[in-house]
């Protein structure tokens, strides 16, 4: 993971995109620099750089009848230059199953667009970056589900959805930062396995105490995990001592004692929803306790001058794809990123998925 950039990804010279006008690449430039919000780091000369890719990319969407959906922690180029739909991961794979375009390309990590395919099989699901992973989900195997429910016969078992399809088929339900917490409450039973997020885990412990007993996998994101209860306080002390009233925005993959420092809490689409109503109420110190893309999502889509405090962390899986790498997927897909899954893993996945569904709708 890294710390934010302060410049601009530029395209790495990997493909040579079709020529367009002076007069073309003049306007999308400038729409790009306005959608952004960002003039120093996206200054004119880098939205000039990128120009002809996302007017490709674009262009070959129209021809093809491809949904282009992108996760919040995408860079700005992708999420407003050339995305059809951005959100957080529940949402994106209800939109993924609903579209009516029989291509989608998914902009984010593997396990969201090994979902899409499995929420829509007869679709072909591209995703430009196949070595694009997630610590939580690389860091559990279907053999490990398959371990704890032999050491708990019986035991409802709940994925987060950062989890790969082999997994997910091992489960009885799959659920999202979004609706962990009231799933998970509505399964049956005294007791509940949940893999693989530890924090989330712990959440749901303090949340079911007394009700159930949660069994925990040991998995963590290496992102949310950076940031501590005490970084917090800290800020809180330093705004506070200058007059400001510093409201905290935090992920549910950070750890207990930072969700504790928090003012809110909540998936990526609804921490930027509320981060955008505390702004529109003049409350625009704000400090987001998740990836960098949220604040850039925040910035681009304010009406209001910000003043975000704090660091955010970037992930390095999520930032792994560029928009040469969505034209080349566009263009001429090579078969590592056309999405396919066994057709048995797709049906016991499926099951998964669409209890989540039932009980989150
Ligand atoms: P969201 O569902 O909140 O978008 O979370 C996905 C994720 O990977 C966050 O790190
Ligand atoms: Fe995985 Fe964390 Fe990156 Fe989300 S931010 S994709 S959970 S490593």
């Known amino acids: 993971m890294t710390i ?30 306005r959608v952004i919000k960002q003039p120093v780091k996206w200054n004119l000369s880098t939205c000039r750089a990128i120009a002809p890719l996302t007017l490709e990319i674009n262009q070959l969407k129209r021809e093809n009848d491809v949904f282009l959906i992108a996760h919040s922690y995408q860079t700005p180029d992708i999420i407003y ?5 951005v959100a957080d991961s529940y949402a994106l794979s209800k939109e993924a199953r609903d579209a009516p375009q029989q291509t989608i390309l998914f902009s984010s990590v593997r396990f969201m667009a090994e979902t899409a395919k499995i929420v829509s099989p007869h679709k072909v ?38 989890t790969s399809a082999a997994v997910k088929a091992e489960c009885d339900v799959c659920v999202t930062s979004s609706n962990y917490l009231s799933i998970c409450e509505r399964l049956p039973g005294e007791r509940l396995i949940f893999v693989p997020d530890r924090f989330m885990g712990k959440h749901l412990q303090s949340a079911l105490a007394g009700k159930k007993e949660v069994i925990v996998f040991d998995g963590e994101c290496e992102v949310h995990a950076i940031f501590t209860g005490d ?13 400001m009233e510093l409201m905290v925005l935090s992920h549910p993959e950070c750890d207990a004692d930072v969700l504790e420092e928090s003012d809110f809490v909540g998936s990526s689409e609804v921490l930027i929803n509320e981060a955008l109503r505390l702004a529109s109420e003049g409350k625009r110190d704000l400090m987001l306790i998740t990836e960098c893309g949220t604040a850039d999502r925040v910035i681009a889509e304010s009406d209001e001058e910000l003043n975000l405090i704090g660091a955010c962390v970037m992930c390095r899986h999520m930032k792994v794809t560029q928009l040469e790498d969505i ?35």
């Open 4 to 33: 934010e950039l302060l410049t601009a990804p530029l395209p790495r010279g990997s493909l040579i995109p079709s020529s367009y006008s002076d007069a073309e690449i003049e306007a999308e430039s400038r729409r790009l620099q």
């Open 81 to 85: 230059g050339v995305a059809d739909s």
């Open 125 to 162: 699901v591209l995703h430009p970056s196949p070595e694009a992973g997630c610590s939580l989900s690389d860091g559990i195997t279907a053999r490990d589900v398959r371990d704890l429910k032999e050491a708990y016969p019986g035991v409802p078992v709940a994925c987060y959805i950062n």
């Open 231 to 243: 970084k917090i306080r800290s800020w809180r002390k330093r705004t506070a001592e200058l007059g």
């Open 327 to 361: 034209l080349q997927a566009l263009r001429e897909p090579r078969s590592e990123q056309v999405i396919e899954i066994e057709s048995a893993v797709i049906e016991r996945a499926g099951n998964c998925l669409d209890e989540m569904f039932r009980l989150a709708e």
